[in-house]
């Protein structure tokens, strides 16, 4: 007995162990931190105390990340599989765990959550009440780079995402649209005079790719407001600011309801396309896949004029 109790008080803490394989796996002090819901600095001092304990060293430091030694390599392989049998004996979930096992966190760009996730939520909630998700939105056309990714992301963008496996579900489509009550006070627009109207503008994303499908000059508009949200371009068509150059997805239910209208029946192919990313190895890939299996259904049965893709 004595002899264990020595074993026993010369192991280093578990939180000094899990801190030591997070860094390991992350190759960083910072992503560890995140994901312990700990300080750099706390990250920092736990891995002192372990490279005092073994009186070795155990990181050293390239570029921005924090490599392991060679004898780091090694003991985090002996950590890692310590840290798994322990998990393993308690692997027995609780409640609470087994509530938290059917919650599934959704990244979406905030106008796609706005204008297209949430009048179709209840379909989703209706088919899989067993799932709880947890939306969160990011604004649109950024770049989104984070140490804790959600479950699953819906973006519209080029795809270029690093750490993920990605599934381009959509091309999309665009074409200018108005409220109804703009076209009462202008009649007779044509792709001659409407360049003479107010336009609402992207600060991002031209009218350029639908002025040289519509074979017309793409000068500046002399006439315009520009806004850096996409959103707000719609809500600006729907009071009746002007003409704005859509995203079909976006405006698939406006043109439904008859809130906006397409002026000319010209689409042409969007700039970016609709991705679905997420990490392989997640312990809820069975929720994942209900869920993203129901967003290729939807885009699949929408009206918009995308060109969505399949799972098998």
């Not at 792709?191 to 500046?220: C, K, M, Y």
């Not at 406006?254 to 906006?260: E, F, N, P, S």
Request: aromatic share 8%.
């Amino acid at each position: 007995m004595k002899n264990l109790q020595t074993l026993y008080r010369n192991l280093p803490p578990i939180a000094v162990l899990r801190t030591f394989e997070a860094a390991y796996r992350w190759q960083g002090f910072t992503a560890a931190a995140k994901e312990l819901c700990v300080t750099h600095s706390a990250v920092s001092q736990q891995i002192r105390i372990l490279e005092e304990r073994v009186g070795h060293t155990l990181f050293y430091r390239s570029g921005n990340a924090m490599l392991p030694t060679e004898q780091g390599k090694r003991l985090a392989q002996d950590v890692r599989r310590a840290l798994e049998g322990l998990a393993m004996i308690f692997d027995t979930p609780s409640p609470a765990d087994a509530a938290e096992s059917h919650i599934l966190s959704f990244e979406v760009m905030a106008p796609i959550a706005q204008h297209w996730l949430l009048p179709r939520l209840h379909s989703f909630r209706e088919l899989h009440p067993e799932i709880i998700l947890d939306v969160r939105t990011t604004p649109d056309l950024v770049s989104v780079d984070s140490a804790e990714p959600a479950d699953l992301a819906l973006r519209y963008g080029d795809g270029h995402w690093r750490g993920v496996e990605k599934l381009k579900v959509a091309d999309e489509t665009v074409f200018p649209v108005c409220s109804p009550e703009f076209l009462k006070k202008h009649p007779g627009i044509t792709l001659e005079n409407f360049r003479a109207l107010p336009l609402l503008l992207h600060s991002v994303i031209s009218w350029q790719h639908w002025f040289e499908e519509a074979g017309i000059s793409t000068d500046p508009p002399p006439r315009s407001l520009v806004f850096n949200d996409v959103s707000h371009v719609i809500g600006a068509a729907l009071i009746g600011e002007g003409i704005a150059m859509a995203r079909a997805l976006l405006v698939e239910d406006y043109l439904k309801d008859g809130r906006l209208v397409k002026v000319f029946d010209i689409p042409a192919k969007g700039t970016y396309s609709y991705y679905l990313a997420w990490q392989n190895g997640s312990p809820r890939e069975h929720l994942i896949d209900r869920l993203r299996r129901w967003i290729v259904q939807e885009l699949g049965q929408s009206n918009a004029g995308l060109a969505p893709s399949r799972i098998r």
